[in-house]
Nanobody, 124 residues
Framework: VQLQAFGGGLVQAGGFLRLPCAAS????????IAWYRQAPGKEREFVGS????????NYADFVEGRFTFSRDNGKNMVYLQMNSLKPEDSAVYYC??????????????????WGQGTQVTVSS
C-alpha cells in the first residue's frame, strides 16, 4: 500500500489543522493505520492509531483530547484532526499502515508501510 499525508502548514498556537492521509490499497479496510511525528533532533513518536473499521482508536498521552482520528474506507482516506495546537506539536507528521498489526500497536516497527510526511509548524 502507498500512503501520502498532506495538509500540513503553519498555524498559530491554539489553532487547528486537518491532515488527510490518502492510501492506495485494494483492501484498505484490512489495514490498521497509525500517525507518527518527528521533530528535529528527536525520535519519531507515536501519535495515535485507528483500527480497520474506524471504531476504535488509540492515542498517545500527549494528545490530551486535542486530536481525533477518523477514516473513510470507501475513499481510502484517514484523517488526523488536530485542535488546540501547541508549539511543541511542530513536527513532520507521517501516516503508517499494516495488515498484520492491530490498532493498539505503538512501536513503529509494527507498521510496514509509511507515507511521505507533511510538515506542521505551530507558532507561539
Amino acid at each position: 500500500v502507498q500512503l501520502q499525508a498532506f495538509g500540513g502548514g503553519l498555524v498559530q498556537a491554539g489553532g487547528f489543522l486537518r491532515l488527510p492521509c490518502a492510501a492506495s490499497a485494494l483492501l484498505f479496510d484490512d489495514y490498521s493505520i497509525a500517525w507518527y511525528r518527528q521533530a528535529p533532533g528527536k525520535e519519531r513518536e507515536f501519535v495515535g492509531s485507528i483500527n480497520r473499521s474506524g471504531v476504535r482508536r488509540n492515542y498517545a498521552d500527549f494528545v490530551e483530547g486535542r486530536f481525533t482520528f477518523s477514516r473513510d474506507n470507501g475513499k481510502n482516506m484517514v484523517y488526523l484532526q488536530m485542535n488546540s495546537l501547541k508549539p511543541e506539536d511542530s513536527a513532520v507528521y507521517y501516516c503508517a499502515a499494516d495488515r498484520s498489526t492491530t490498532y493498539v500497536a505503538r512501536n513503529r516497527n509494527d507498521y510496514g508501510f509509511w507515507g511521505q510526511g507533511t510538515q506542521v509548524t505551530v507558532s507561539s
